[in-house]
């Protein structure tokens, strides 16, 4: 089963709403969310950290005594909790976290990121090249352009979810990872109308996901 999470960051819009949140947060995520420079970017790493903590309390957890630590490649990880993975994404106004059973990998882009553009038709083509298996690029091909990077996204979520699953992130090659040969461990669609998002679970984890989206951050 694998659990999701999601809200948009306008929960964040009055300052005492994330100043109280931003103090509930774990060091290491509060740290995180400081670090970003850009106000926007403070928000989705907050709300993201948000999202787990909600998802982890659903859980029966008492978030201010559990641990967490980085793994070689940085992925956060709760210590001594056996059995109970999660991932954390976010893009444009929105944020996610997917919890599992099972290793979760999920990646959200938004439709407005700038190499989905129109304009930016080459440097998708480049990055397609570069990027998609064999199979995936002849896949691509055949679509029409307005097809294409809806096609891309797909392809660019799916291997995303796959890497952080791992751990990995980008460091993995993209390339090498043929989504076109293993569609059912992955969920692919649209969350809102502006986010495309794509969740990886190994083949034993089923089809079963849980969408909860989060609309009051005072009451939960």
Same mark, same amino acid.
């Given at each position: 089963?694998?659990?999701?999470?999601?809200?948009?960051?306008?929960?964040?819009?009055?300052?005492?709403?994330?100043?109280?949140?931003?103090?509930?947060?774990?060091?290491?995520?509060?740290?995180?969310?400081?670090?970003?420079?850009?106000?926007?970017?403070?928000?989705?790493?907050?709300?993201?950290?948000?999202? *787990?903590?909600? =998802? *982890?309390?659903?859980?029966? *957890?008492?978030?201010?005594?559990?641990?967490? =630590?980085?793994?070689?490649?940085?992925r956060p990880v709760l210590?001594?909790?056996?059995?109970?993975?999660?991932?954390?994404?976010?893009?444009?106004?929105?944020?996610?976290?997917?919890?599992?059973?099972?290793?979760?990998?999920?990646?959200?882009?938004?439709?407005?990121?700038?190499?989905? #553009?129109?304009?930016? =038709?080459? %440097?998708?083509?480049?990055? =397609?090249?570069?990027?998609?298996?064999?199979?995936?690029?002849?896949?691509?091909?055949?679509?029409?352009?307005?097809?294409?990077?809806?096609?891309? *996204?797909?392809?660019?979520?799916?291997?995303?979810?796959?890497? #952080?699953?791992?751990?990995?992130?980008? %460091?993995?090659?993209?390339?090498?990872? @043929?989504?076109?040969?293993?569609?059912?461990?992955?969920?692919?669609?649209?969350?809102?109308?502006?986010?495309?998002?794509?969740?990886?679970?190994?083949?034993?984890?089923? %089809?079963?996901?849980?969408?909860? %989206?989060?609309? @009051?951050?005072?009451?939960?």
């Amino acid at each position: 089963m694998v659990k999701v999470y999601f809200a948009n960051i306008e929960l964040l819009e009055k300052k005492e709403c994330f100043s109280y949140w931003l103090e509930a947060m774990h060091p290491m995520r509060k740290e995180k969310v400081l670090r970003c420079k850009q106000e926007i970017d403070k928000k989705r790493s907050l709300l993201a950290g948000i999202l *787990l903590k909600i =998802a *982890l309390e659903k859980e029966g *957890l008492d978030y201010e005594t559990l641990e967490f =630590a980085l793994e070689d490649h940085g992925r956060p990880v709760l210590k001594n909790i056996e059995n109970l993975y999660f991932s954390l994404s976010h893009a444009g106004n929105y944020a996610l976290c997917c919890i599992s059973d099972q290793p979760v990998g999920a990646d959200m882009e938004s439709k407005e990121k700038a190499i989905f #553009k129109e304009e930016k =038709a080459e %440097r998708m083509h480049t990055m =397609a090249k570069k990027v998609l298996s064999e199979n995936e690029y002849e896949e691509f091909l055949r679509c029409d352009e307005t097809q294409k990077a809806c096609l891309f *996204l797909k392809y660019w979520t799916r291997k995303e979810s796959y890497s #952080k699953a791992f751990g990995e992130g980008l %460091r993995m090659d993209f390339s090498s990872i @043929d989504t076109e040969s293993m569609k059912d461990v992955f969920w692919s669609d649209w969350l809102e109308e502006d986010c495309f998002v794509s969740i990886y679970t190994s083949q034993e984890a089923g %089809r079963e996901i849980e969408f909860h %989206r989060i609309v @009051d951050l005072m009451n939960v």
